[in-house]
């Protein structure tokens, strides 16, 4: 089991950069998947980012790629999302998440933080 929480999220203006941190407990980091997900208000909690546990692959939404980094230490437990060049459309919930398998979708994740409120003004 891990428990993971999110550190990060602000106001910022369109144009700008926030990094966003997850930090997990447990002595098993390494074995998880690990993903990025966002919810807006009104909207289905969307996929962001993930990346698989030795961080050798990554995969981005198109929404976000070529903007958003996934990165993961395995030594430190913790996973980061370096978001840059930010659009209004980006404002939402950040979700960090773990699972054995992970993919794509939000039900193929078992580990949830708690979330941070990320809000790009324009």
């Known amino acids: 089991q891990v428990q993971l929480v999110e550190s990060g999220g602000g106001l910022v203006q369109a144009g700008g950069s926030l990094r966003l941190s997850c930090a997990a407990s447990?002595?098993?980091?390494?074995?998880?998947?690990l993903g990025w997900f966002r919810q807006a208000p009104g909207k289905e909690r969307e996929f962001v980012a993930r990346?698989?546990?030795?961080?050798?692959?990554?995969y981005y939404a198109d929404s976000v790629k070529g903007r958003f980094t996934i990165s993961r230490d395995n030594a430190k437990n913790t996973v980061h999302l370096q978001m840059n060049s930010l659009k209004p459309e980006d404002t939402a919930v950040y979700y960090c998440?773990?699972?054995?398998?992970?993919?794509?979708?939000?039900?193929?994740?078992?580990?949830w933080g708690q979330g941070a409120q990320v809000t790009v003004s324009s």
């Open positions: 998440a773990a699972d054995n398998i992970g993919g794509l979708v939000p039900h193929e994740y078992d580990y």
């Open positions: 990346i698989n546990r030795s961080a050798t692959t990554t």
């Open positions: 447990g002595r098993t980091f390494s074995s998880y998947i």
